[in-house]
């Protein structure tokens, strides 16, 4: 929330929202199931963001409770560690978890990437992409920066994004992403199905049809 976009206004818009795809029999949609509250909220602090979430996640649930809530990580905002990447970053709910009138319905969400996120946008790429363990050194990365919440919380835990461009370095790293994933019993949505992102590629060619090879 800020001065542009206060509570009350940000809540009324969520009521709209759930109005239409939830509430009204004639637009209500079976295949929504849930909301994802914020993309990637890299402008705020955990303890803002953790407040927010828990207050906009309650109003949710209020006017659609068999929904699901998917909060992500915050930015490079405290607590905080060189590397950590936009939504990726729920180092703060070790200390200050999400609380929801009903604990059921929340899923922590973080986005994460490899190294293409970083090659496709010319940004220096964290020092642990280039670790000598690479990528099996990335285990230790991903519990300290959001996989301890499953264990502390009780919470699930669901990766909202990832993906990237598939060869070289980022092939190791999805292959070894995907692996840890498994072996913690961590869901995720892979992105994106859409072939003109200049940083994560797609699943599809530009025919928009045809899957890539790999």
Known sequence: FDKGWQAQRVFQAWSVLLEYFCKNRGTALWNVMGADLLNEPFGMDWDDWATAATQLGNHVLHQCPRWLVFVEGIGNM????????????MMGARDMPIVLGNPARLVYSPHVYGPSLFWGNQIEEPEYFTDAGFP?????????????????????????ETGGIFRDRDKEWQLEFVAWCASQHIGLFYFALNPESHDTGGVLQADWTSPQEE
Do not use: I, K
Request: aromatic content about 10%; hydrophobic content about 35%.
């Open 78 to 89: 405290e607590p905080s560690e060189e590397g950590v990447e936009w939504g990726g970053n």
């Open 136 to 160: 099996g050194s990335m285990r230790e990365v991903w519990m300290r920066h959001f996989g301890f919440v499953r264990q502390r919380t009780s919470a699930p835990l669901v990766v909202g």
